[in-house]
């Protein structure tokens, strides 16, 4: 069982257990058998695959893997999969509580990432007036959806910020989530039925986003800033490249992540799980996406005072309307 999720550090959020149980001596082995499975099956490159499986067998074989220290074997399972890759979405953890969740039937009472949902309010954490009518919305950990409750959520903070003289959205400490949350906030800047991006799944099939209708409707053009990090990831990165590309505002802080393939996660019996890339995003402004090089902001500043530089710059830009 698996969930994708364009998402890069989705599994720090879910509590670590307080203590790690040693590993038998045949799950190094079995873990390896089930992360070449999951390759073979999974990623989106298939050029690579070869590559990936031959290093994983070749470092079991020689006992690189030979270890009862479950996180010890994530860490170089993590390392071996990124020297082929060079790919931040390909990755193993040790979190039993995650993988046995992702393995269990999913049904609407047994969803692993509701408890984040609704802690974080569908990830708009916070919503305030700072002077001179500037609206700044935080949407942090991440972009989640829930087809029930998020558009609400995201709905409200929509029309918060459209009664702002000038708009900043911060995800700074965003790490991914769901490309719905992304073509659902994009969308109330810009018209319906506008390409937003292209994704490749796994080797042969293809599929667009595109902007739609919402309750709230367009925001009116105002000033808008949206602040970025080295932690802003994966469907941040999405957002990001949206807000640049299509130049609807500035981006101020730091360069993002560079996590820019799409992948499913998958929860193994001893408690592993395993990130594989399952597809690769395209924006149709540039023609390509962010893996490896990240969305470079247009206003370079540290990034615990990319607010106050995006602040002062729309305070400027409102005065000079006057």
């Not at 999969?81 to 060079?86: F, H, K, N, Y």
């Not at 000038?166 to 969308?187: E, F, K, Q």
């Not at 390409?195 to 000033?223: F, I, Q």
């Not at 957002?239 to 802080?253: Q, R």
Request: net charge neutral; charged share 20%.
């Amino acid at each position: 069982m698996f969930r994708t999720l364009l998402l890069l550090v989705i599994t720090a959020l879910v509590p670590a257990i307080a203590t790690q149980p040693a590993l038998s001596s045949e799950a190094p082995a079995s873990v390896v058998k089930e992360t070449v499975r999951l390759v073979r099956e999974n990623y989106v490159f298939a050029e690579k695959v070869d590559g990936i499986v031959a290093r994983l067998e070749k470092q079991l074989a020689e006992g690189r893997y030979a270890t009862t220290d479950p996180q010890q074997l994530a860490t170089r399972l993590t390392e071996d999969l990124q020297a082929v890759t060079s790919d931040k979405h390909m990755n193993v953890k040790f979190n039993p509580e995650q993988a046995s969740g992702l393995r269990a039937p999913r049904t609407p009472g047994n969803d692993p990432f509701r408890q984040q949902m609704v802690a974080s309010n569908y990830g708009v954490l916070e919503m305030r007036v700072l002077s001179g009518n500037v609206r700044y919305v935080n949407i942090s950990p991440a972009f989640f959806w829930d087809p029930t409750h998020s558009p609400r959520a995201l709905d409200d903070a929509m029309r918060f910020l459209g009664g702002g003289d000038a708009y900043i959205l911060d995800i700074r400490t965003n790490g991914g989530g769901s490309p719905a949350t992304v073509r659902y906030i994009v969308s109330h800047f810009m018209d319906p039925g506008q390409k937003l991006m292209t994704y490749h799944m796994g080797p042969t099939r293809t599929n667009e986003s595109r902007t739609g209708e919402v309750p709230a409707g367009k925001l009116p053009a105002k000033p808008l800033y949206l602040l970025t990090s080295p932690r802003s990831a994966s469907a941040a990165e999405e957002f990001a490249s949206h807000i640049k590309n299509f130049k609807l505002g500035k981006l101020v802080g730091g360069t993002t992540a560079g996590a820019g393939h799409r992948n499913g996660l998958f929860g193994t019996p001893e408690g592993f799980v395993v990130s594989v890339s399952m597809g690769t995003a395209i924006h149709p402004v540039t023609n390509a996406g962010w893996e490896g090089t990240g969305v470079v902001p247009d206003v370079a500043v540290p990034v615990a005072e990319a607010l106050d530089v995006a602040h002062a710059d729309a305070l400027k830009v409102l005065a000079a309307k006057k």
